[in-house]
């Protein structure tokens, strides 16, 4: 009886060394797997990442560079074309207003008089462009029919296809540009 005593507490007892093996081994797996995922996030992630923060109003400063460019682009039917560029941008200032300078040239414009090409400041602040926007449809540059494909650019469409965000996800898998563009329709 004392045999199959000790033989009963020793099976028991190397079942559980052996199953506190395989906890730890897994563990160890799952903890590789989660630094590894940390380590090569996606750039198509980065870009979903920002198109649901965008979205839901969440922050989107941790998905910028340190040094990123603002580029800014509307056309409309009366007023023409409005452009603008700003560089040197820290991480947080995708969350506030940034001052633009931008250029406007009626040259295009069919709807209205033309005038002088002329130089203003704009205030550009990304929530108040997608305060109207009823989509927000990702696609990258690999969709497009275009011979001209961009590597590592994704596009979210907004308010149809008139207005979007043109992202260009750098090195690091971070955003480096931003291109705000609003096409008139019409």
């Not at 009823?134 to 590597?151: A, I, R, V």
């Amino acid at each position: 009886m004392k045999i199959i005593l000790k033989h009963v507490i020793l099976i028991s007892l190397l079942t559980v060394i052996v199953s506190y093996g395989y906890k730890q081994e897994d563990t160890k797996r799952a903890t590789n797997t989660l630094k590894l995922n940390n380590q090569t996030l996606k750039k198509k992630e980065v870009a979903e990442l920002f198109t649901h923060n965008l979205k839901n109003g969440h922050n989107l400063v941790k998905l910028m560079d340190d040094n990123w460019t603002l580029l800014y682009y509307a056309d409309d039917r009366c007023s023409g074309s409005t452009e603008g560029e700003k560089i040197n941008l820290s991480k947080p200032e995708i969350e506030k207003m940034i001052i633009i300078n931008v250029k406007n040239d009626s040259e295009y414009a069919w709807a209205c008089n033309k005038r002088a090409p002329y130089y203003y400041d704009f205030n550009f602040d990304l929530n108040k462009q997608i305060e109207n926007w009823d989509n927000f449809e990702l696609q990258s540059s690999d969709y497009s029919d275009s011979p001209k494909k961009e590597k590592d650019v994704f596009y979210i469409f907004g308010a149809g296809d008139s207005d979007y965000i043109k992202l260009t996800i750098g090195a690091k898998n971070l955003i480096t540009k931003l291109k705000y563009s609003s096409i008139d329709p019409g």
